[in-house]
């Protein structure tokens, strides 16, 4: 199985970068998502990272330590629409389906004026 | 990005009844799917993997017969949810893998409501 660890609430500024941070427990790590859910809708694609380091993505950027079991996703210049749930997903090799995602709790941004 | 559609979108059905969820890949095609459920302010918890042409693996604690899973085609599968109970009305969300790619995408989900 996989513990996806990540907190539960964060609140940041508009125009200020917020870093919500990920550590995952697998035994075979097979990649790791991170995913933006507003309220009542699915889940929309943020990022993949499967090798340690950092993506980046306009004003969004995640980054990978497999050693350490961490990842952060990054935003940058936030606006009031990136508040919203951030789900961090980790993919195991070894889980009865492959390529399914084990979903964290995920973390709820609150972005204020 | 690829698109995965849900239909429908809600859904209110009787105590006992037995409703149906599809699942389609509209502009790729998808070997394997995915079935979560959420409650709200919780995360999505995986319920079963949905396999074109062969039968879904279920996760621990998901009953097989309640929620019965269809993937006919490479391009869609279906979750029907038999006998529904109260306590199974919740967010129904699928997603699939784009065949070769790492990327999986979500559809728009599905909000079931059983009175």
């Known amino acids: 199985g996989q513990n996806i660890d990540q907190p539960t609430e964060m609140t940041a500024t508009e125009g200020a970068i917020v870093q919500i941070n990920c550590t995952y427990q697998?035994?075979?790590?097979?990649?790791l998502f991170w995913y933006q859910q507003h309220a009542g809708e699915a889940p929309t694609f943020l990022s993949y990272?499967?090798?340690?380091g950092l993506e980046e993505k306009g004003r969004f950027s995640s980054f990978l330590s497999r050693s350490k079991g961490y990842s952060y996703l990054l935003l940058k210049e936030l606006q009031m629409k990136d508040s919203a749930s951030y789900l961090c997903?980790?993919?195991?090799?070894?889980?009865?389906?492959?390529?399914?995602?084990?979903f964290g709790k995920g973390t709820s941004l609150l972005v204020t004026p | 990005g690829a698109v995965v559609s849900q239909h429908p979108s809600r859904v209110i059905c009787k105590s006992g009844t037995s409703v149906k969820i599809e699942c389609r890949s509209l502009?790729?095609?998808?070997?394997?799917m995915f079935w979560y459920r959420q409650f709200p302010k919780q995360s999505l918890m995986l319920m079963a993997t949905s396999n074109e042409g062969s039968k879904a693996t279920y996760e621990q604690g998901v009953e097989k017969d309640k929620f019965l899973i269809n993937h006919a085609s490479l391009t869609l599968s279906t979750l029907t949810v038999t006998s529904a109970h109260p306590e199974d009305s919740s967010f129904y969300i699928c997603s699939a893998r784009v065949n070769r790619e790492n990327t999986i995408y979500f559809g728009e989900g599905s909000w079931l409501t059983v009175v």
């Open positions: 502009d790729f095609q998808a070997t394997t």
């Open positions: 990272n499967v090798l340690d």
């Open positions: 997903a980790v993919r195991d090799r070894y889980s009865n389906s492959g390529y399914a995602l084990n």
């Open positions: 697998t035994s075979g790590f097979n990649g």
